[in-house]
């Protein structure tokens, strides 16, 4: 792809620049973030990219357009997609029970409190679909952080990754009661996951090969994967977050990363790692209606299924998640789809949005969002966490959509 022309896309050029001048004195000048890269493509051009600040603070590497991010929950859509291609062969339906494929599920138990407030455990009131998982509204959570169902608990162990794969974590979520009747509430969950799972029962291969032949390679996605190889290590980035004094420290050193070894289990909610290149490729593929470069991954259709506000009555997430819960673009102004969250509009967002653009986001502070309307993508990519520390995602919303010119 050719350097960025700002004008092509239909941007003044000199808006465009705030974004630099934002982060930089926001963020990078005060030590906030380490480094950063943002990628603004429409309608066809690449329109503006832009690599800041160091990808590995304590070897002195700066970031680059090659550098590889822990996506974490960014894997979602990926997880969401990939499923989807198993839809359009006629293998489930969306309100088919996830114990049509996985047995485990066939007797689990929903936890409510009676009038007295007693713990009690029943049958579902329906059992969980497929499109429950796919909307996190199944009644699986993330245990606390150190519990057992946390995702650091179970994806790692000193250090190393654990053995658990996608099958055994199936049942062992199955063996826990439900927290609320399924397609009742909302809450950020290990039921992609799940989606990851059932595509294996319904494809016959193990998720990562899936992934690789569906979508990365007919992409041409080469540095999307669960591991990152020896030979790529030179551009893998450093993980960090904040300690009580608002500092910058290393919590993942890439070069002692899980993500050196192939892990156990092929995480469908937060187990890829990528570049803003290869995440370019995958959401033009969206904006595109399933298509890019000849490659068909879905067809328009499946793409609206996927993108679709699917809360009951248009609603939005604030009304439906559950007290206490989190989700990566918050709750006002978005409905939900297929693993992504769908935007309601300026008015509801009270921002520059338009209505029908879909997004979601990771753990390590990166985001995206793909816009329909203008035929944009955006992609912000950095490794602090947690994730909502700071309001990258609005802010860009602003800068990018304020420079519009035509």
């Known amino acids: 792809m050719s350097g960025p022309d700002p004008k092509a896309a239909g941007f003044d050029p000199t808006r465009l620049d705030r974004i630099e001048a934002h982060l930089r004195s926001r963020y990078l000048d005060s030590g906030k973030i380490a480094g950063c890269h943002t990628v603004v493509f429409r309608r066809g051009h690449l329109a503006y990219s832009s690599t800041l600040g160091e990808m590995d603070r304590e070897r002195g590497k700066p970031v680059a ?3 590889i991010w822990r996506l974490y929950s960014m ?6 997609v990939a499923l989807l291609s198993l839809l359009e062969r006629a293998t489930f339906q969306l309100s088919d029970p996830v114990s049509q494929f996985l047995p485990e599920w066939a007797d689990v138990q929903v936890r409510e409190r ?3 407030g ?4 029943v049958p579902p009131a329906r059992p969980m679909s497929v499109r429950d998982v796919l909307m996190h509204m199944s009644g699986i959570g993330y245990g606390p952080r150190g519990a057992r169902l946390d995702f650091d608990a179970l994806t790692t162990g000193g250090g190393k990754p654990t053995e658990i794969t996608l099958a055994e974590l ?4 199955a063996g826990e009661p439900l927290r609320f009747h399924p397609g009742t509430h909302w809450l950020y969950s290990w039921s992609t996951d799940i989606c990851a799972r059932l595509v294996e029962v319904l494809s016959g291969q193990p998720f990562d090969e899936y992934l690789r032949a569906t979508i990365f390679e007919p992409l041409g996605m080469p540095d999307t994967g669960f591991v990152v190889p020896d030979d790529k290590l ?3 980035s450093a993980c960090y977050a904040r300690n009580a004094q608002k500092q910058l420290v290393l919590v993942d050193d890439p070069e002692r990363s899980r993500y050196r070894t192939p892990p156990a289990l092929l995480s469908g909610g937060g187990g890829l790692v990528g570049t803003a290149a290869d995440y370019l490729r995958f959401c033009r593929m969206l904006l595109n209606g399933g298509e890019l470069d000849g490659a068909r ?5 499946t793409i609206e299924l996927m993108t679709s506000n699917h809360l009951g009555d248009g609603g939005q997430l604030r009304e439906f998640a559950l ?5 990566e673009v918050g709750f006002d102004g978005t409905g939900f789809g297929l693993t992504v969250a769908v935007g309601l509009g300026p008015v509801a967002t009270q921002n520059l949005t338009s209505t029908g653009e879909f997004m979601w986001g990771g753990l390590a502070s990166t985001a995206f969002w793909v816009d329909p309307l203008e035929s944009t993508i955006v992609i912000f990519m950095t490794q602090l966490i947690p994730s909502g520390t700071f309001n990258f995602r609005g802010q860009l919303r602003t800068l990018v959509n304020g420079a519009i010119a035509d």
Do not use: M
Not at 297 to 301: E, F, M, N, T, Y
């Open 114 to 116: 009676d009038a007295d």
């Open 65 to 67: 357009d090659d550098t």
């Open 118 to 121: 007693n713990v009690r455990l």
């Open 323 to 327: 007290p206490g819960g989190y989700g």
């Open 234 to 236: 030179d551009r893998f």
């Open 75 to 80: 894997t979602k859509p990926i997880t969401g």
């Open 170 to 173: 199936s049942v062992l979520l």
């Open 297 to 301: 991954i879905l067809s328009r259709k």
